[in-house]
C-alpha cells in the first residue's frame, strides 16, 4: 500500500519539477531574449514599446497570476484539510492572498500604461 502512495507521489513530484523548469526556462529565457534586444537594437523607442517594458508587464502580470493561484489553491486545501485552521483564520489568509497579489497586478498595468 505504501509502495503503490510512493511511488506515485515520485511520479508526481517529477512532473512538478519538469513543469517548474520549462517555467523558470521559459521565464528566464524571455527575459534575456527581450533584455539583449533593447540592448543591441539601434531603434529609439517611446517608453510604452519598449522590449524591457513589454516584459516588465508581460512578468509581473504572470507572477500576479502565480501568486493569486498558488493563494488560492493553499487556502482551498488548508480548508480541505486543516478545517481549524481554516476557520480560524479564513481572513486573514484571504486578505494576504489578495494583498499580496494586487501590488504585482498594479505594478503590471502601471508598466501597461507608460
Known amino acids: 500500500m505504501f509502495d503503490a502512495e510512493n511511488r506515485k507521489l515520485s511520479r508526481s513530484l517529477v512532473v512538478l ?3 517548474c523548469f520549462v517555467v523558470g526556462f521559459v521565464y528566464v529565457s524571455t527575459f534575456v531574449i527581450y533584455t539583449a534586444q533593447a540592448c543591441i537594437s539601434t531603434e529609439t523607442y517611446s517608453q510604452s514599446d519598449s522590449p524591457l517594458n513589454i516584459i516588465a508587464t508581460v512578468m509581473f502580470m504572470f507572477l500576479g497570476f502565480v501568486f493569486f493561484a ?3 489553491g493553499m487556502n482551498y486545501s488548508l480548508r480541505n484539510y486543516f478545517p481549524d485552521l481554516y ?3 479564513r481572513c486573514l489568509l484571504w486578505s494576504a492572498t489578495f494583498l499580496l497579489t ?3 497586478f498594479v505594478r503590471a498595468i502601471r508598466d501597461f500604461a507608460y
Request: aromatic residues 8%; charged residues 10%; proline residues 8%.
Open 87 to 89: 476557520k480560524n483564520y
Open 17 to 19: 519539477n519538469v513543469l
Open 70 to 72: 498558488v493563494g488560492i
Open 102 to 104: 494586487i501590488p504585482l
